[in-house]
Structures are given as structure tokens and as C-alpha cells.
């Protein structure tokens, strides 16, 4: 099995009681149950972690380019200003692994300040706007290239 990392960043632990118009009402750990699943149905390791720290982040790009582990990354807030976790990200796709960028909602739709992604320039491909199923299709993007 290929092992692929979900990361969630800032906010996203409170999945299903944060803005549930927004960001649908699955819960984190539903969400990482349905990760698991979709995972084992493509033949991927699919494993979710969390975190609110800039530095958990970046450490964890750091490790799968050091694992040679797939990436399906909702970066949150940190999409529009974190050079540091771009920068990571970037380390991540010059090894060749894929990176799938995810955002539950559509950031084009929204604030302005949300407009820019400073990791979709280092993506593999960014998928936004279809809530949790966006993060089985990046799991789908991630099998059909290891595939």
C-alpha cells in the first residue's frame, strides 16, 4: 500500500460545530474514518492529523519527503500568507510526490484575502469547494498517479 498523509490545518479540529454552513457537518473524526476508508478502497495508507501550529505542519512535509509519503493538504488559513509551509510544500513535489491541495469551501467565492494561495503554485493540483468529498478526490488524484 502507498502511505499518504491528510493534514488539516488552523480550526479544522473543530470540524462539525465550527460554522457548519460553511464546512458541513462532519466531524473531524468522522472525517478521518471516511479518509481511512477511501483510502483502503484505492489501495492508500491514508492517515489524518491535525494541528494548529505553522511548525507541526512543516514538520510533518519534512517527513514525508524524508518517507517518500504522498500529501492531501488543507493548509486553512495558512493557505494565503505561510511562505514557511509553501516552502515545505514545494520540497514535497520536487521528489516527485504528489501534493493535492483541498479547501472544503470555494476560497474564490469568499473573502478577498482568501483569493490567494501561496501552495497552489507548489501543488500537484488543488481541488475546492465540494466539502469532504473534495478529499476523496484528491485520494483518487494521489491513486491515479501511483496508480
Same mark, same amino acid.
Given at each position: 500500500?502507498?502511505?499518504?498523509?491528510?493534514?488539516?490545518?488552523?480550526?479544522?479540529?473543530?470540524?462539525?460545530?465550527r460554522?457548519?454552513?460553511?464546512?458541513g457537518?462532519?466531524t473531524?473524526?468522522?472525517? *478521518?474514518?471516511?479518509? /481511512? =476508508?477511501?483510502? !483502503?478502497?484505492?489501495?492508500?495508507?491514508? #492517515?489524518?492529523?491535525?494541528?494548529?501550529? +505553522?511548525?507541526?505542519?512543516?514538520?510533518?512535509?519534512?517527513?514525508?519527503?524524508?518517507?517518500?509519503?504522498?500529501?492531501?493538504?488543507n493548509?486553512?488559513?495558512?493557505?494565503?500568507?505561510?511562505?514557511?509551509l509553501?516552502?515545505a510544500? *514545494?520540497?514535497?513535489t /520536487? =521528489?516527485?510526490? !504528489?501534493?493535492?491541495?483541498?479547501?472544503? #469551501?470555494?476560497?474564490?467565492?469568499?473573502? +478577498?484575502?482568501?483569493?490567494?494561495?501561496?501552495?497552489?503554485?507548489?501543488?500537484?493540483?488543488?481541488?475546492a469547494?465540494?466539502?469532504?468529498?473534495?478529499?476523496?478526490?484528491a485520494?483518487?488524484?494521489?491513486?491515479?498517479?501511483?496508480?
Amino acid at each position: 500500500m502507498t502511505d499518504v498523509l491528510v493534514v488539516n490545518g488552523p480550526n479544522l479540529g473543530r470540524l462539525g460545530s465550527r460554522e457548519p454552513e460553511k464546512y458541513g457537518s462532519t466531524t473531524e473524526s468522522e472525517l *478521518a474514518g471516511l479518509v /481511512r =476508508e477511501w483510502g !483502503a478502497a484505492l489501495a492508500l495508507q491514508a #492517515t489524518l492529523r491535525q494541528s494548529d501550529s +505553522e511548525t507541526d505542519l512543516v514538520r510533518w512535509m519534512h517527513e514525508c519527503v524524508d518517507a517518500g509519503t504522498h500529501v492531501v493538504l488543507n493548509p486553512a488559513a495558512f493557505t494565503h500568507y505561510s511562505y514557511a509551509l509553501r516552502d515545505a510544500c *514545494a520540497l514535497v513535489t /520536487r =521528489e516527485g510526490l !504528489a501534493l493535492i491541495e483541498v479547501h472544503l #469551501t470555494n476560497p474564490h467565492a469568499r473573502e +478577498e484575502f482568501r483569493h490567494t494561495s501561496v501552495i497552489s503554485g507548489v501543488a500537484t493540483g488543488t481541488i475546492a469547494g465540494l466539502g469532504v468529498e473534495g478529499y476523496h478526490l484528491a485520494l483518487r488524484a494521489v491513486a491515479a498517479r501511483v496508480g
